[in-house]
C-alpha cells in the first residue's frame, strides 16, 4: 500500500466548475501537510500547506482529519491557468531534525475552455 | 530573492559513466533535500542536510550515490558508476525551517 494514495483522475472540468481532490495517508508520524502543482516537466511548486483547522487561499480550500487520515483541496471557479498536477503531499518526522517529504503520485487536472 | 537552481538541467551519459549533479539552495536555508523522480514512479526522497551534516540518507539507493555539502552551502550529488535504472529527474529542495519545502527545476539525467 502507498503511503500517501490519491486519486490519479484525470479530471476535466469545464471553466468556472469546482473540483475537489483527495488524499489519504497512512503514516501516523506524518506531522505537516502540503498540496503543490506540479506543470508538465516542471519542479513541484508548493500551493499551501494544510492544517486541521482548514485553511482557504482565495479560491483553494484544504482540509485534513488527523483522526482519518485525509486530506483534501477544493477549488472554485476554476480557471485555464489551474491545468496541472496536484500532489498530495505530507512531512515526516524520521528522527530529531530529521524530515523528509512522502507524495502521492498526482492528481491530474485539465480545466476546458 | 533567488530560488533554488540545479545545474546541469539536463545530462545524458551512458552507463558506468559517473555524473555530478549540483544544487544551490535559497540563500540562508540551512536545510537541503534530494528527490528523485523515475519513469512512472511518484517523487522519492534520497536524504536531507542541516548544514553539512546528513541527516537522513535512508532514502539513498545504494553506495553508487555519493552526496556531500561542504561547507553548509551548496550540495553535489555523486553517481558513480551510473546504472540504467539511475534515469530520471533529481531535484534539490530546501527549507528555512523543518516544513515548507522549495524545489529546484531538476536535472534530468538520461543513462543510454
Known amino acids: 500500500r502507498k503511503e500517501v494514495e490519491q486519486d490519479p483522475g484525470p479530471f476535466n472540468v469545464p471553466e468556472g466548475a469546482t473540483v475537489a481532490f483527495n488524499c489519504t495517508y497512512s503514516?501516523?508520524?506524518?506531522?505537516?501537510f502540503f498540496w503543490y502543482r506540479q506543470d508538465c516537466r516542471k519542479e513541484p511548486k508548493l500551493l499551501m500547506s494544510?492544517?486541521?483547522s482548514g485553511n482557504e487561499d482565495g479560491r483553494f480550500t484544504a482540509q485534513l482529519n488527523r483522526a482519518s487520515q485525509y486530506i483534501s483541496l477544493l477549488i472554485r471557479d476554476s480557471k485555464l491557468s489551474d491545468s496541472a498536477t496536484y500532489l498530495c503531499?505530507?512531512?515526516?518526522?524520521?528522527?530529531?531534525?530529521?524530515?523528509?517529504?512522502?507524495f502521492g503520485s498526482g492528481t491530474q487536472l485539465t480545466v476546458l475552455p | 530573492e533567488a530560488g533554488v537552481t540545479q545545474f546541469p538541467s539536463h545530462s545524458v551519459i551512458e552507463k558506468g559513466q559517473t555524473v555530478t549533479l549540483r544544487c544551490d539552495p535559497i540563500?540562508?536555508?540551512?536545510?537541503l533535500y534530494w528527490y528523485r523522480r523515475v519513469m512512472g514512479k511518484e517523487i522519492k526522497f534520497l536524504l536531507h542536510?542541516?548544514?553539512?551534516?546528513?541527516?537522513?540518507e535512508s532514502g539513498m539507493p545504494n553506495n553508487r550515490f555519493l552526496a556531500e555539502r561542504t561547507g553548509g552551502t551548496y550540495s553535489t550529488l555523486k553517481v558513480q558508476p551510473a546504472e540504467l535504472e539511475d534515469s530520471g529527474v533529481y531535484f534539490c529542495?530546501?527549507?528555512?525551517?523543518?516544513?515548507?519545502?522549495?524545489f529546484g527545476p531538476g536535472t534530468r539525467l538520461t543513462v543510454t
Open positions: 529542495a530546501s527549507s528555512q525551517d523543518a516544513y515548507e519545502q522549495y
Open positions: 503514516n501516523s508520524a506524518s506531522q505537516s
Open positions: 494544510v492544517y486541521s
Open positions: 503531499v505530507v512531512n515526516i518526522r524520521t528522527s530529531g531534525s530529521a524530515r523528509q517529504l512522502t
Open positions: 540563500s540562508g536555508h540551512d536545510n
Open positions: 542536510f542541516v548544514k553539512e551534516s546528513k541527516q537522513d
